[in-house]
């Protein structure tokens, strides 16, 4: 019974999400509808007893309150400061200096379709430092899109490129990433340098292969290879000093040097790293204009910033754990499980299983936090239960949200990118889905390779 509901609940959601409604809204109902239904059935109550309010009904809002205070001030604050300096880099031109420093080279190169392929790297690399994905996805599209265009390459092809290029949510900016490592009480460096890196770059060199391959044979098809597109000729032009790309970098320098990789004496986390390097992007900005209320005033930037990243990432890990709540409940994970193992699946399969979940939920959703934040708090309990470790079932579901999104139409970097080039976001879903299931499967088989 209480699968069956929670197989129904899940489809709601799902439709509710493809059809625009918001998905914290959305979560949050399903939440309560599965935690609701546990209660009636008896299947299962919203939060312990020694948490209780003392009316299980009420336990339900009590629940929301409950994660918010404990999410809000660890995880909440992190991603509020990342998403924070994120907005004021972008808004003093950082990001565009970082962009265009890594962008000047491959406009050297005269091979259309190796210059595409190694979009793939040069984004990836580039959204360690800029972690918004639609963000990242519009500065490549003003900067590498016109080169690829004056190669010859496809409208089609360079926005399927540029619509890939963050399809790992990877490093200490990353929402995703961050509540991987919260989840298994790991640091942020230890998982990304020593954990994420060796699954993904192996990865990302099978996705810039696979999409050579993949461009080329439809651009064949489509007879529009080495057709010139008039009219898209101008260059990025860059109106911050090149200094200035150094900024977006500064909180992964000190995080790195910073840590037990170095046997650093000095410790720094990641919030603190935000703020560090936020007032010394001031102080750069200050000796550019040479005016301290401009200055002053630009800090309004980073508050409104963390505002912005409260209302939509933050809130989206409450729903999404609300709504993991709810499964838990009416004993979904368990059903599953068993589910699984009756039929004589292993550790492996079953981390396929749910990986391969929360990679079609991207697809359907658009989104690679919407479904990780649902899943992945459920890790250690999970684990447990299968006798593996958390560290190797949480790693290959929070790439694979990531892998979803970048084969979703209605992904918003996907939708942005394709209004650009003037393209059909459908089409351009399209020519990712052979280079991303060539890249699931390269993680999966990396992943197990190496744990």
């Known amino acids: 019974m209480g699968t069956l509901i929670c197989v129904l609940v899940i489809m709601l959601v799902?439709?509710?999400i493809v059809k625009k409604h918001n998905p914290q809204a959305v979560l949050i109902l399903g939440g309560f509808i599965m935690m609701a239904c546990a209660i009636i059935f008896?299947?299962?109550t919203p939060l312990p007893e020694a948490k209780s309010t003392g009316f299980v009904w009420?336990?339900?809002?009590?629940y929301v309150k409950v994660v918010l205070s404990s999410r809000g001030a660890g995880l909440g604050l992190l991603i509020m400061a990342v998403g924070g300096f994120?907005?004021?880099v972008s808004k003093i031109g950082a990001s565009d200096a970082i962009v265009y420093l890594i962008a000047k080279p491959i406009s050297k190169l005269k091979s259309?379709?190796?210059?595409?392929?190694l979009v793939i790297p040069i984004g990836q690399l580039l959204s360690v430092f800029i972690s918004s994905a639609t963000g990242l996805g519009l500065l490549l599209m003003a900067s590498i899109y016109p080169i690829l265009i004056r190669l010859g390459v496809s409208k089609l092809t360079a926005t399927s490129v540029i619509a890939s290029t963050l399809a790992f949510d990877i490093g200490p900016s990353s929402g995703n990433t961050n509540l991987a490592a919260s989840t298994?009480?790991?640091s942020v460096v230890e998982y990304f340098l020593s954990h994420q890196i060796p699954i993904v770059v192996p990865s990302i060199i099978i996705m810039a292969i696979a999409h050579y391959f993949t461009q080329k044979y439809f651009d064949k098809k489509d007879g529009t290879i080495s057709t010139m597109v008039q009219g898209e000729r101008a260059d990025f032009k860059l109106e911050t000093p090149l200094i200035y790309a150094l900024i977006p970098i500064l909180p992964l320098l000190f995080i790195v040097t910073f840590s037990s990789f170095f046997n650093s004496p000095i410790k720094m986390n990641v919030t603190t790293a935000m703020l560090l390097s936020l007032f010394i992007a001031m102080i750069f900005e200050f000796v550019r204009h040479k005016n301290l209320q401009k200055v002053l005033n630009s800090l309004q930037v980073f508050w409104d910033g963390m505002g912005r990243v409260f209302a939509t990432v933050v809130t989206l890990i409450i729903a999404g754990q609300t709504f993991s709540q709810g499964l838990k409940s009416l004993g979904f994970i368990d059903g599953l499980i068993s589910l699984t193992q009756g039929l004589g699946f292993g550790v492996v399969v079953i981390t396929v299983i749910f990986s391969f979940l929360i990679f079609l939920t991207a697809v359907l959703m658009g989104s690679g936090n919407a479904p990780f934040f649902s899943f992945g708090p459920m890790v250690p309990e999970i684990a447990k239960k299968i006798g593996t470790d958390s560290l190797s079932m949480i790693l290959p579901m929070?790439?694979?949200a990531g892998i979803g999104r970048t084969m979703s139409p209605i992904a918003g970097v996907v939708i942005a990118a394709a209004g650009i080039s003037g393209v059909s976001p459908f089409d351009v879903a399209k020519r990712n889905?052979?280079?991303m299931l060539c890249t699931l499967l390269c993680m999966f088989v990396m992943n197990f390779l190496v744990y």
């Open 184 to 186: 298994i009480d790991m």
């Open 42 to 44: 008896g299947l299962g």
């Open 112 to 117: 259309p379709y190796i210059v595409a392929a």
């Open 398 to 400: 929070q790439l694979a």
């Open 433 to 435: 889905t052979i280079p």
């Open 86 to 88: 994120s907005i004021y």
């Open 58 to 62: 009420f336990d339900i809002v009590e």
């Open 14 to 16: 799902a439709y509710l």
